[in-house]
Nanobody, 118 residues
Framework: VQLQASGGGLVQAGGSLRLSCVAS????????MGWFRQTPGKDREFIGS????????DYADSVKGRFTISKDNAKNTVYLQMNSLKPEDTAVYYC????????????WGQGTLVTVSS
């Protein structure tokens, strides 16, 4: 399975952006799909996750109420809708998948850069 993230770009503060993550390859049936972000010199930060089967979501406090994760199982795609963007949201955003029985996210996309200008 390969994950391909896209949709990053430059946006003004207060604006919106939607990222996509498409899974390709063999049968795709993870337990969770997650979004993370990273800025230079900092650890990768968990943003949120969605249950692939049930659709339940979980978000970091830093994005709660502004970001929404959704999915389209038929398209093997997970989305990250980002609203009310702030300059501190500037980062490389990664999607990842975690299988049943695993304690960590295993497959990672290549990352897509989001830049929020003030």
């Amino acid at each position: 399975v390969q994950l391909q993230a896209s949709g990053g770009g430059l946006v003004q503060a207060g604006g919106s952006l939607r990222l996509s993550c498409v899974a390709s390859g063999s049968t795709f049936s993870p337990m969770l799909m997650g979004w993370f972000r990273q800025t230079p010199g900092k650890d990768r930060e968990f943003i949120g996750s969605i249950s692939w089967n049930m659709g339940g979501t979980d978000y970091a406090d830093s994005v709660k109420g502004r970001f929404t994760i959704s999915k389209d199982n038929a398209k093997n795609t997970v989305y990250l809708q980002m609203n009310s963007l702030k300059p501190e949201d500037t980062a490389v955003y990664y999607c990842a998948s975690r299988r049943f029985g695993r304690s960590a996210f295993e497959k990672w996309g290549q990352g897509t850069l989001v830049t929020v200008s003030s």
